[in-house]
């Protein structure tokens, strides 16, 4: 007489990164990668929200987890395996591309119109070697990357591609930033938010965020006393312009909301609240529990609202 066991799934705590999910969905979300590269004969490991892949020829590239899972949290489950599918073959089409544009990447000509900045999360950067990309920092906790912008993918530039052009770093980020501003769209609406009106920045593409680049431009963006700021992902920005003491307000609506929208992602940037004032940006620290917010304004800020009010 002979048995049969079904073999049970090993369980993977659920970690930090992906506490959106519960325990059964994130099993269901790490068996479909592992499926995935099983089917393609690779090597896999994973490592804080990375999971590590090695080919045939024994090189290593890294894939963040973190956006394909907030995609996967906001479809049905059975859409899952078609969406990580998806999503990890279209490394190999980018693959293919950027080999035959590194091929004349030593070209300013040519490669100037693909330059472009994108606003990251310091810790998605925290993975990736100083030494192999160019940023400058908007924020305390969001970076702006010189990148190439493909029809496919983005592309960190590498500091030994831009020696090769001969243009300053300076110069280059302008031409990305302007490059961006000519290709993309942003969506940029009137919003009514509890009992006060924001304005509200959207779009499907990556660069939504670098809507930080028009605030000394746009004059409905910025108050006469700044502006609260909030950049929960990569498709939204939330602008409240200071004109009275109603800010006090404000920040106890907007503080769950950019929260919120940070932990849905997809393309999470940051969960803080900040006062754009003068060119530069402050952080205006928080505690958030079911039942309280607290808030811990800097001293600046603070003379700013006593003049208020």
């Known amino acids: 007489m002979f048995s049969f066991f079904k073999r049970k799934r090993p369980i993977y705590p659920v970690p930090e990164w992906a506490s959106f999910f519960k325990q059964d969905e994130y099993n269901t979300f790490i068996s479909h990668i592992e499926t995935y590269f099983r089917k393609k004969k690779a090597e896999f490991a994973y490592n804080e929200g990375v999971v590590i892949v090695e080919n ?3 090189e290593k590239t890294n894939h963040g987890l973190v956006n ?3 995609q996967c949290n906001q479809s049905p489950i059975k859409e899952w395996k078609e969406l990580i599918t998806r999503h990890f073959d279209s490394f190999g089409h980018i693959d293919r591309f950027n080999q035959d544009f590194n091929s004349q990447a030593h070209d300013y000509e040519y490669v100037k119109s693909h330059l472009g900045v994108r606003l990251y999360a310091q810790d998605y950067l925290s993975h990736i070697s100083d ?6 920092r908007i924020t305390e906790d969001i970076i702006a990357m010189l990148v190439f912008d493909f029809p496919h993918s983005v592309s960190n530039v590498k500091p030994e591609q831009s020696i090769l052009w001969k243009k300053s770093e300076d110069e280059l980020f302008g031409i990305g930033i302007i490059n961006v501003k000519s290709n993309y769209q942003f969506d940029i609406s009137r919003e009514r938010l509890g009992d006060f009106d924001i304005w509200f920045v959207t779009g499907e593409h990556f660069f939504t965020p670098n809507i930080v680049f028009d605030l000394p431009h746009d004059s409905r963006l910025v108050g006469t006393y700044g502006s609260l700021v909030g950049i929960p992902h990569r498709h939204a920005v939330l602008i409240y312009p200071i004109e009275s003491s109603e800010a ?3 920040i106890t609506g907007l503080i769950p909301v950019i929260n919120g929208m940070h932990q849905e992602g997809p393309g999470s940037i940051s969960d803080k ?8 940006f402050y952080p205006l620290p928080y505690t958030l529990d079911e039942k309280t917010i607290q808030f811990f304004p800097p001293e600046k800020f603070l003379d700013m609202m006593n003049e208020l009010q």
């Not at 030494?131 to 400058?136: N, V």
């Not at 609240?273 to 530069?280: F, I, K, R, S």
């Open 248 to 250: 006090v307000r404000v």
């Open 68 to 70: 394909i899972a907030q």
């Open 56 to 58: 045939e020829e024994q």
């Open 273 to 280: 609240l900040y006062w754009y004032y003068d060119n530069a």
């Open 131 to 136: 030494d192999i990309i160019i940023t400058r």
